[in-house]
């Protein structure tokens, strides 16, 4: 099915451990983000790309690192992970270019990673 | 910069109650305006959209306008179902492209219940 594909659902490091969250889209859509849940503070921008190769910081960049070098996959790259990382992690595609064509349709969410880092 | 302040819950109704849920946001130029909703679980699914002052949005009995003069996007729905029950976000695109290619602004999330 077309959508918004992240791995894995879950994961538990140790405090220090480096990962990888996948995100994957097949909608061919340009713009793809990255966001944190937290209970009580709804979710915040980490990284944000609007096209392969170009990537910008977005609220909470910080302990994050992002690339994007192809138009389906933006993975997010935790270096040295911290129990302030614990948290729900969503990646969100959308079409680009033309004003209306994002605005239009929104974006597309994943299911989701849950991240505790002990 | 841009934000997004709505009514945080929980929100507790009884069913085929009428819903209010009031969101207004901070925002220079024309930003676009929606409403996503995450059932337990699950990531976040547009309920329904507004990209210009006075559009209105509407899906599965929900609806939301776009007001500019009060800076406001208030949902609502007639008569809550207990299959309604959800977190519901308030969210808005950033201005300055246009067109959302710096992502989503939201609110904290109001969760919504309803009872039988």
């Known amino acids: 099915n077309a959508g918004v594909t992240q791995t894995p659902k879950f994961q538990v490091l140790k405090t220090g451990q480096s990962m990888t969250l996948q995100c994957a889209q097949d909608?061919?859509?340009?713009?793809m983000s990255w966001y944190r849940q937290d209970p009580g503070m709804g979710l915040r921008l980490i990284h944000y790309?609007?096209?392969?190769?170009?990537?910008d910081q977005g609220e909470v960049p910080n302990g994050y690192n992002v690339s994007r070098s192809t138009t389906e996959d933006f993975p997010l790259r935790l270096l040295s992970a911290a129990p302030s990382q614990t948290s729900v992690y969503f990646c969100?595609?959308?079409?680009?270019?033309?004003?209306?064509?994002?605005?239009?349709?929104?974006?597309?969410f994943g299911s989701g990673t849950r991240l505790t880092v002990v | 910069g841009n934000s997004v302040t709505q009514m945080e819950g929980p929100v507790t109704l009884s069913e085929e109650a009428f819903l209010t849920i009031n969101c207004t946001y901070t925002?220079?130029?024309?930003?676009?305006l929606f409403w996503y909703v995450q059932y337990p679980g699950e990531g976040l699914q547009l309920l329904l959209k507004?990209?210009?002052?006075?559009d209105k949005g509407s899906n599965k009995g929900f609806e939301a306008t776009y007001r500019k003069e009060t800076t406001s996007f208030h949902l609502e729905k007639g008569s809550v179902q207990v299959s309604d029950s959800a977190v519901y976000f308030c969210?808005?695109?950033?201005?300055?492209?246009?067109?959302?290619?710096?992502?989503?602004?939201f609110g904290k999330g109001t969760h919504l219940i309803i009872q039988p």
């Open positions: 969100a595609s959308s079409y680009g270019g033309a004003r209306g064509r994002s605005a239009n349709y929104g974006y597309t």
């Open positions: 909608m061919n859509h340009e713009y």
């Open positions: 790309s609007v096209g392969a190769g170009i990537t």
């Open positions: 925002a220079t130029g024309y930003p676009s």
């Open positions: 507004a990209t210009k002052a006075d």
């Open positions: 969210a808005l695109s950033g201005s300055y492209s246009g067109g959302g290619a710096d992502g989503l602004t």
